[in-house]
């Protein structure tokens, strides 16, 4: 497995795109609740105290001249175009999360690029080639442990961590690059003076439990070194799809929204449970005359909740159906869908944090009793519609 890793990917972009910003401090910034925040930093504005997740307002104050950009969605796509092409050539499958993170599985290869180590070299050279950026890179056996290593040597270079040897290496690692240990947790490791990850690995099941929580049994498998998952994803070419078919056709609005509602949670959950988020949408509505209108949005981040999907999926409905004419169906493709890959170090707004584990929470439910146990409110105006949902 080989891991590659772009520190402040959307920063890095920048740079390749403006050579002038070359050892300037800039961030790029975006806003959330009506306050902007840092969203990625140069590395002249990380030595000058500017992090990721920091108020504009705030790294203003401890950078005169900081230089601020808006988010480039072309312009990372084009990157990512290029990583991909690069991950193509060398591996059979591959995972990318489209914000610096790579994962190459190039199992069976050693006889056309060489060694692992040997092929990772190929790969970094050939990544600042065509993309004009310098990762980091480890090989190791797991997805985990190859993670936890490029965060040694970051922001550039090439580890391997050899079979066997994972323990090992984690052993005298500083806990705050193990993948999952977010702020609480960090703060209950130091109450007990707990540092390095192999402290972590010493555990027993009971003591992990007793002071992690039900997180403890899989810290402590995962400060040894072990790690099962795979990779998750080759291109944007999965999807899921689902249609709401009326039994009468409608042309009441808010039964109409119902039905997008009920197909952004049925839809959503089976996402969420593969662990993936949603880059773009489409959507197809059909008439009781038998004419058929599509639309879709390429949307500027990966959706995860109903709310946000529902939302999207409703804007694209209003741009779409401009008949005055009943709906026979509706149908929504959930598309380019990626890894989530969320990493509790990384700064998420508040108010994002909270919908998600508020949309955790729902997930539990509707898995364990049934989709249908709980839903929106708004979904109880199609019940006497007769909706019949199924795969589009």
Same mark, same amino acid.
């Given at each position: 497995? &080989?891991?590659?890793?772009?520190?402040?990917?959307?920063?890095?972009?920048?740079?390749?795109?403006?050579?002038?910003?070359?050892?300037?401090?800039?961030?790029?910034?975006?806003?959330?609740?009506?306050?902007?925040?840092?969203?990625?930093?140069?590395?002249? #504005?990380?030595?000058?105290?500017?992090?990721?997740?920091?108020?504009?307002?705030?790294?203003?104050?401890?950078?005169?001249?900081?230089?601020?950009?808006?988010?480039?969605?072309?312009?990372?796509?084009?990157?990512?175009?290029?990583?991909?092409?690069?991950?193509?050539?060398?591996?059979?499958? %591959?995972?990318?999360?489209?914000? !610096?993170?790579?994962?190459?599985?190039?199992?069976?290869?050693?006889?056309?690029?060489?060694?692992?180590?040997?092929?990772?070299?190929?790969?970094?050279?050939?990544?600042?080639?065509? #993309?004009? *950026?310098? =990762?980091?890179?480890?090989?190791?056996?797991?997805?985990?442990?190859?993670?936890?290593?490029?965060?040694?040597?970051?922001?550039? !270079?090439?580890?391997?961590?050899?079979?066997?040897?994972?323990?090992?290496?984690?052993?005298?690692?500083?806990?705050? *690059?193990?993948?999952?240990? !977010?702020?609480?947790?960090?703060?209950?490791?130091?109450?007990?003076?707990?540092?390095?990850?192999?402290?972590?690995?010493?555990?027993?099941?009971?003591?992990?439990?007793?002071?992690?929580?039900? +997180? !403890? /049994?899989?810290?402590?498998?995962?400060?040894?070194? *072990?790690?099962?998952?795979?990779?998750?994803?080759?291109?944007?070419?999965?999807?899921? @799809?689902?249609?709401?078919?009326?039994?009468?056709?409608?042309?009441?609005? @808010?039964? &109409?929204?119902?039905?997008?509602?009920?197909?952004?949670? /049925?839809?959503?959950?089976?996402?969420?449970?593969?662990?993936?988020?949603? $880059?773009?949408?489409?959507?197809?509505?059909?008439?009781?005359?038998?004419?058929?209108?599509?639309?879709?949005?390429?949307?500027?981040?990966?959706?995860?909740?109903?709310?946000?999907?529902?939302?999207?999926?409703?804007?694209?409905?209003?741009?779409?159906?401009?008949?005055?004419?009943?709906?026979?169906?509706?149908?929504?493709?959930?598309?380019?869908?990626? =890894?989530?890959?969320? $990493?509790?170090?990384?700064?998420?707004?508040?108010?994002?944090?909270?919908?998600?584990?508020? +949309?955790?929470?729902?997930?539990?439910?509707?898995?364990?009793?049934?989709?249908?146990?709980?839903?929106?409110?708004?979904?109880?105006?199609?019940?006497?519609? $007769?909706?019949?949902?199924?795969? %589009?």
């Amino acid at each position: 497995m &080989v891991h590659i890793n772009i520190i402040g990917f959307k920063a890095a972009v920048a740079a390749v795109k403006d050579k002038s910003l070359r050892f300037r401090p800039y961030v790029i910034a975006g806003a959330a609740g009506g306050r902007s925040f840092a969203l990625d930093c140069s590395r002249e #504005a990380v030595r000058q105290g500017v992090v990721p997740g920091m108020v504009l307002a705030e790294a203003r104050r401890r950078v005169n001249d900081l230089i601020v950009l808006a988010p480039d969605i072309p312009a990372y796509q084009v990157v990512n175009d290029e990583l991909e092409k690069v991950a193509a050539r060398y591996a059979p499958v %591959w995972e990318n999360d489209k914000a !610096g993170n790579l994962f190459l599985d190039i199992t069976g290869t050693t006889g056309i690029f060489g060694p692992p180590a040997d092929c990772s070299s190929r790969i970094l050279r050939e990544i600042y080639e065509q #993309a004009g *950026i310098k =990762p980091a890179a480890a090989v190791a056996s797991n997805k985990l442990v190859s993670k936890v290593a490029t965060r040694t040597i970051r922001p550039t !270079g090439l580890i391997q961590v050899r079979d066997g040897t994972e323990a090992e290496f984690l052993s005298h690692q500083d806990i705050r *690059i193990l993948p999952g240990m !977010g702020t609480k947790l960090l703060r209950t490791a130091a109450i007990v003076g707990i540092r390095e990850i192999g402290e972590i690995a010493a555990l027993t099941v009971t003591q992990a439990l007793a002071l992690f929580g039900k +997180q !403890g /049994h899989l810290l402590r498998s995962m400060a040894q070194g *072990i790690d099962g998952s795979g990779i998750e994803r080759r291109n944007g070419n999965r999807r899921i @799809t689902r249609q709401a078919d009326f039994e009468s056709d409608v042309i009441d609005d @808010t039964v &109409v929204r119902g039905a997008i509602e009920a197909l952004a949670e /049925h839809g959503g959950l089976q996402m969420r449970n593969e662990k993936l988020g949603m $880059q773009n949408l489409s959507l197809v509505v059909a008439y009781a005359d038998g004419v058929r209108a599509e639309g879709r949005e390429k949307l500027k981040r990966p959706l995860i909740t109903d709310g946000e999907i529902t939302a999207a999926a409703y804007r694209v409905f209003k741009k779409t159906a401009n008949r005055r004419i009943r709906i026979r169906s509706i149908g929504v493709s959930f598309e380019d869908l990626v =890894p989530l890959g969320f $990493q509790p170090d990384l700064f998420e707004p508040e108010t994002e944090t909270a919908n998600r584990k508020l +949309q955790e929470a729902v997930d539990k439910i509707k898995n364990r009793y049934g989709a249908g146990k709980i839903t929106r409110g708004i979904n109880l105006a199609i019940s006497n519609e $007769q909706l019949a949902m199924s795969n %589009w």
